[in-house]
């Protein structure tokens, strides 16, 4: 079965420090993941996602994530953050059956001024 | 703004009630989904439609009842809900291809009190 783990409730930083929020994977398989950001009173909004390819994936807004097969890892990150990226983020595995996505807990953001 | 939108944005009802949770996509995809995000809780995925035909329930409870007339609209059909069920219902569509693997696309949600 599919499962992402994000092991952080909350990560706080302040603005225009680098941020990382934590993601680990366990697929049977090929991994095939995304991050989502979640603002206030708001859906869901993709920001990336990993296929195949680079292990450095970039995305929307300025963050990027960075798999790591060895760990079973895809955080993600961005190296300087804004009082703007603070919301709800959101690691997510496809299922091989390619219409389910299971998604994590969620880490909620705080950037502080 | 996405393209998926849901009405309405926020619902209280009692436990006999009966209601219905809209989702229209404007996207053209073929597969629609049903979550239900509770605090500090993982997304839980409810239903999957995947070319108007039910490919998944994750066990839900009969009191939830989907329905997908055609590709661009999901219903959620309430009734004799549990307070527990108070929660923020999300709506996700995706295109379905074997060969690429698309993100899904959410609507703003609809916020659920049971009383």
């Known amino acids: 079965a599919q499962s992402v783990a994000q092991p952080e409730d909350q990560v706080n930083v302040a603005e225009g420090n680098p941020l990382t929020v934590k993601c680990t994977y366990s697929?049977?398989?090929?991994?095939?993941l995304f991050w989502y950001v979640q603002y206030p009173n708001r859906g869901l909004q993709f920001l990336l996602k990993y296929i195949t390819g680079d292990n450095l994936v970039k995305g929307s807004y300025g963050f990027e994530a960075e798999f790591n097969k060895s760990q079973t890892s895809f955080h993600l990150k961005k190296p300087s953050a804004l009082v703007s990226d603070s919301a709800l983020y959101f690691c997510?595995?496809?299922?091989?059956?390619?219409?389910?996505?299971?998604f994590g807990s969620g880490t909620k953001l705080n950037v502080k001024p | 703004e996405t393209g998926v939108t849901q009405t309405p944005r926020h619902l209280v009802m009692g436990m006999t009630n009966k209601k219905s949770l809209k989702c229209e996509q404007h996207?053209?995809?073929?597969?629609m989904y049903w979550y239900k995000q509770s605090a500090k809780k993982p997304l839980e995925l409810m239903f999957v439609?995947?070319?108007?035909?039910?490919?998944e329930n994750n066990s839900v409870p009969s009191r939830f009842s989907p329905e997908c007339p055609n590709s661009s609209h999901l219903f959620l059909h309430l009734h004799t809900l549990q307070p527990e069920d108070s929660a923020l219902y999300l709506c996700?569509?995706?295109?379905?291809?074997?060969?690429?693997?698309?993100?899904?696309?959410f609507g703003p949600g609809t916020r659920l009190t049971v009383l």
């Open positions: 697929v049977s398989g090929n991994p095939y």
């Open positions: 439609y995947s070319l108007e035909e039910r490919v």
């Open positions: 996700a569509s995706s295109q379905r291809t074997s060969l690429i693997h698309n993100e899904q696309f």
């Open positions: 997510a595995v496809r299922d091989l059956d390619f219409n389910k996505f299971y």
């Open positions: 996207l053209g995809h073929n597969a």
